[in-house]
């Protein structure tokens, strides 16, 4: 049956028509609420009919070689003016950012430590495992080491671990201090001291107002294994990392660790703090040096001015053994940087070779420009309250008057009313760098007064946060592995003359 036309008057007509330019807009606006298989399906259609309508394409044409690197759109300036505003990945200045501070370990290894993450309820936005329990300091277990001390670890761990068993360092890096010791309390109120008893308010003004802006809680046990955890504020991290304001997490990232969960933000400062401690290094080392020497004074600048060094609680061959055991991993941290920076380079036949940097064997050697101008240059992008200490330090040795030091230092501010400056180096800075008899002594000096109080005031707290006893056996155990630095060096030193006898007996034979 033919449905009968209904007669419209003119009114009616112009408001149908404004109905339905409404609704087309509407929908319009709203048209990426589409749930997302629906697009896929409209997108998967019109591909369909899209390659219908078109030839076939030359696959082979469109091959990597071909397609513009990534790279190449990176801001020139991006750490004159880091944004440390950004909330993603994508926001850094280009795709493989930061890379080189993941290192490769045991597949099986990585996911036992990701799974001691997941015990933890409270929010961790930013996570690494460090220290001998990850990344073996000797050759072989030491004696205080040979029988396993965790509970009942995963086999990876134990297989990592060569059979042995040393405590696994973490650090935790937490939006919300008191949110996150409030909920983990809740949860784990066993990996807390007395203090713990007072609250998450008192436990985290503890942690931000004294030592470093860390919380450590040393042995305990988590999916059978056991650790030492500090906690820390994503800001006190991000601020440590990029000015050097204690140098106490930034030192522990200037060397190899495994970073299980990361940060976009943090990526970026962490990428600062590693160049700048390669800056460091340069304007403490000659004008040419080896990669272990680049790579044991990059180490050392954590330990410079630090309590447990200049205590016998602290083996003294640490960061030699730290470089010997890890020096693959420190290639991969600071090769790409070397590459990098315009007044530094590898000197060594040996990396011509394209896989010179997987050779254990291989010490590289390398030259630097001694031109004051480019090593002023180096001053100045130093972190900001390490360079103030820096030149605090001329100041007395220059002997300026403070009003023109107080100048001085307003022209070297890095920002004003203008924006981020351009970091280059003055002639304050040249006259720095051109300091061929003070300059070590003096950058040392900076690096005693950044690291001094702060690694001490943290050391101790750690008698109120751990607890006497857990201190106690902190205590214990880094002077049992003291001795066997010292024993092993003895043993070292009595062979060295049977060597030299034995070359002079094949000599003369």
Request: hydrophobic fraction near 35%; charge should be positive; aromatic fraction near 8%.
């Amino acid at each position: 049956m033919a449905l009968r036309q209904i007669p419209l008057s003119r009114a009616s007509r112009k408001a149908i028509k404004t109905q339905s330019l409404l609704i087309v807009r509407v929908g319009w606006q709203y048209r990426w609420r589409i749930p997302l298989p629906v697009q896929r399906s409209f997108a998967s259609q019109a591909s369909q009919r899209s390659q219908q309508s078109k030839p076939p394409t030359n696959t082979s044409l469109l091959t990597s070689s071909s397609l513009p690197p990534k790279a190449s759109s990176t801001p020139r300036n991006w750490e004159d003016n880091p944004n440390f505003n950004i909330s993603t990945f994508s926001e850094l200045p280009h795709s493989n950012f930061g890379v080189n501070q993941h290192m490769i370990i045991n597949d099986e290894f990585k996911e036992a430590l990701r799974q001691i993450l997941w015990q933890f309820r409270a929010p961790i936005r930013y996570a690494f495992a460090y220290g001998s329990g990850v990344f073996p300091q000797s050759s072989g277990p030491s004696s205080s080491s040979k029988s396993s001390i965790h509970p009942s670890p995963s086999p990876a761990i134990t297989k990592a671990q060569a059979g042995g068993g040393k405590m696994i360092d973490f650090i935790f890096g937490v939006s919300y201090t008191q949110h996150w010791h409030s909920l983990n309390l809740h949860q784990h109120r066993s990996h807390y001291s007395l203090l713990g008893s007072l609250g998450s308010a008192v436990v985290s003004r503890v942690q931000d107002r004294y030592g470093a802006g860390v919380y450590f809680n040393p042995y305990v046990t988590v999916n059978g294994t056991l650790i030492k955890y500090g906690v820390v504020n994503l800001d006190t991290l991000c601020n440590d990392l990029s000015t050097w304001s204690t140098l106490y997490i930034a030192g522990r990232l200037q060397k190899p660790v495994k970073i299980l969960r990361d940060d976009p933000r943090v990526r970026l400062a962490n990428q600062i703090n590693l160049i700048s401690a390669l800056r460091t290094a340069l304007l403490l080392l000659p004008p040419s040096f080896t990669e272990r020497e680049l790579y044991g004074t990059i180490a050392g600048i954590s330990y410079m001015g630090d309590l447990r060094m200049s205590l016998p609680t602290e083996n003294p061959h640490k960061v030699a053994n730290i470089v010997s055991q890890q020096l693959s991993n420190f290639r991969k941290l600071y090769a790409p940087l070397v590459e990098n920076l315009p007044n530094v380079s590898f000197k060594d036949p040996r990396c011509n070779n394209p896989d010179w940097h997987q050779d254990p064997d291989t010490n590289a050697t390398l030259a630097q420009d001694m031109d004051p101008v480019k090593r002023g240059n180096m001053v100045r992008r130093l972190p900001k309250a390490f360079r103030e200490k820096l030149y605090f330090l001329y100041q007395e040795k220059f002997q300026i008057p403070q009003l023109e030091f107080n100048k001085m230092m307003e022209a070297s501010k890095d920002e004003d009313e203008q924006g981020i400056k351009r970091q280059q180096g003055g002639e304050f800075e040249q006259r720095i760098a051109g300091d061929k008899d003070g300059l070590s002594n003096s950058v040392q000096g900076a690096i005693k007064k950044t690291i001094g109080w702060p690694s001490t005031a943290q050391s101790l707290k750690s008698v109120i946060t751990a607890g006497f006893g857990r201190t106690w056996r902190y205590i214990r155990e880094k002077n049992q592995r003291a001795k066997e630095g010292r024993s092993a060096e003895a043993m070292e030193e009595k062979e060295k003359p049977n060597l030299k006898k034995e070359g002079n007996t094949e000599a003369k034979s």
